[in-house]
């Protein structure tokens, strides 16, 4: 079955400075995707980026990046030169069938 | 523009009683889904429906209800044999399966009062 591990409960991060939001998953198929998602405190989930697992090159959104290590089994997103509204709970999901398997997040919190 | 609107924002139960959330999407999207977000979790399953008329059982089912009468409705009922429904609720959509990620609502909060 597919699950996805969060292993950083909250993290806080100074204003401006780039931080890495680590996702590692298990899989059986040799074919998913690994989804990230935003979720501010209105409580809307906001789809961040998206990493499919035959593609070449890391996936890039802006200031958000992933950092895939399909080896490792690891997702892991970079939010470049934070902002104030970055602060917000962030998963990692990853399809399993019918629908998506959540990680149990990750609070970031910027400080100014 | 096109999205999901979920209502109410906000809910309160009194034990015993079933209530009932509402989900509407202008997106044309097949299929929806109803998540449980419970604090410090990921989301879990209740119900999902990948066309009119026809939903499965999520992986925390019991004690929900759902139809899907219409393609742009996916209603949600909390009956009162759910003993622990206080909780966020989040309504999504896809347009091709879960492979190309959802798009969700803002969410309802339920407290049982």
């Known amino acids: 079955a597919q699950k996805i591990t969060q292993t950083q409960p909250g993290m806080f991060v100074q204003e401006k400075e780039a931080v890495t939001l680590d996702c590692t998953y298990d899989t059986s198929d040799p074919s998913y995707g690994l989804f990230w998602y935003k979720q501010p405190s209105s409580g809307e989930m906001i789809f961040l980026i998206y990493q499919g697992s035959y593609d070449q090159q890391n996936a890039t959104e802006g200031r958000y990046s992933l950092n895939f290590q399909k080896a490792r089994k690891s997702a892991n997103l970079v939010i470049s030169a934070s902002q104030l509204g970055d602060s917000a709970m962030y998963f990692c999901?990853?399809?399993?069938?019918?629908?998506?398997?959540w990680g149990a997040g990750t609070k970031l919190i910027i400080k100014p | 523009d096109g999205g999901i609107t979920q209502s109410p924002k906000y809910l309160f139960r009194k034990e015993g009683q079933n209530v009932t959330l509402s989900c509407e999407q202008n997106?044309?999207?097949?299929?929806m889904y109803w998540y449980r977000q419970d604090p410090g979790q990921g989301l879990r399953l209740i119900y999902y429906?990948?066309?009119?008329?026809?939903?499965q059982k999520g992986d925390i089912a019991e004690g929900y209800s759902v139809s899907r009468e219409k393609k742009e409705s996916f209603p949600l009922t909390v009956t009162s044999a759910q003993k622990n429904p206080t909780a966020f609720y989040l309504c999504?959509?896809?347009?091709?399966?879960?492979?190309?990620?959802?798009?969700f609502g803002s969410g309802t909060r339920l407290t049982v009062v």
């Open positions: 999901a990853i399809p399993s069938n019918y629908q998506l398997i």
């Open positions: 999504a959509s896809s347009s091709g399966g879960n492979l190309y990620g959802y798009t």
């Open positions: 997106l044309n999207h097949d299929a």
């Open positions: 429906s990948q066309i009119v008329n026809d939903f």
